[in-house]
């Protein structure tokens, strides 16, 4: 996979669905060979008309439309480094919006585009975690909305059940990306430094508050996740 693009480059993806009000998502597609794997794109409603986009994915422009019908993209949220392929076209078409990361991984997202901030202000129903373990390197968000609580994770949690075609299932398995919600093996490799302090983020996530998903950006979403969390929680101990 590319690095990042410089024009705006509308791949295949689904249609957007409303996971509650104010909470949108995505799945988009990345080519591969003899495959295509999976990349999610969540949007949260804010106080006063804007919207924070997490792993930005371009989109029609019926989708695009949806999305700034929601609010005006005030950040634009790349939870780490592999994550920053769209920032750049996503940075030219909403030049106001503030480009977001976690702290580790401001000098790889800076080789796309200027960086804003490693944290953000989302108003009192949404917060970024920069995830305990990850080396600072990840970033999740809480978001609460009428019913309840959702966990927008990043590449920490892979989910993907049914991956498409033999290639994205080979890549899916041999990384450890499912098919039940799990570290992928890759990015424990790659961004786990402390798996202790990992399990305890896990366990904090489980006890939140009427938490009713999980939504990972690669892989199906986890409905009342609480039992995952604790499981995966365990196993890295």
Request: net charge positive.
């Amino acid at each position: 996979m590319a690095k990042f693009h410089d024009q705006w480059k509308v791949q295949p993806h689904g249609p957007l669905r409303e996971l509650a009000p104010g909470l949108l998502t995505v799945v988009g597609q990345i080519p591969m060979p003899l495959g295509k794997f999976p990349r999610r794109m969540t949007v949260v409603a804010l106080p006063r008309k804007r919207t924070a986009i997490w792993s930005p994915i371009p989109l029609d422009e019926e989708g695009m439309a949806r999305i700034e019908a929601l609010g005006s993209p005030a950040f634009l949220i790349v939870p780490n480094h592999k994550h920053r392929l769209d920032s750049r076209p996503f940075k030219a078409r909403y030049p106001k919006a503030k480009i977001v990361t976690a702290p580790g991984a401001r000098k790889a997202v800076e080789e796309a585009v200027p960086l804003d901030a490693t944290d953000a202000d989302l108003g009192k129903n949404a917060k970024l975690i920069t995830v305990a373990g990850t080396r600072q390197m990840e970033l999740a968000m809480l978001v609460r909305h009428e019913g309840g609580a959702s966990l927008i994770t990043n590449d920490i949690i892979g989910h993907v059940r049914a991956p498409q075609g033999i290639g994205a299932w080979i890549m899916a398995r041999l990384a450890g990306f499912g098919p039940r919600a799990q570290v992928p093996r890759v990015i424990r490799r790659m961004l786990v430094e402390d798996s202790a302090a990992l399990a305890k983020q896990l366990r904090d996530w489980a006890r939140i508050d009427n938490l009713v998903r999980l939504v990972p950006s690669h892989g199906d979403i986890v409905d009342r996740p609480q039992g995952e969390l604790l499981r995966i929680a365990a196993e890295l101990e």
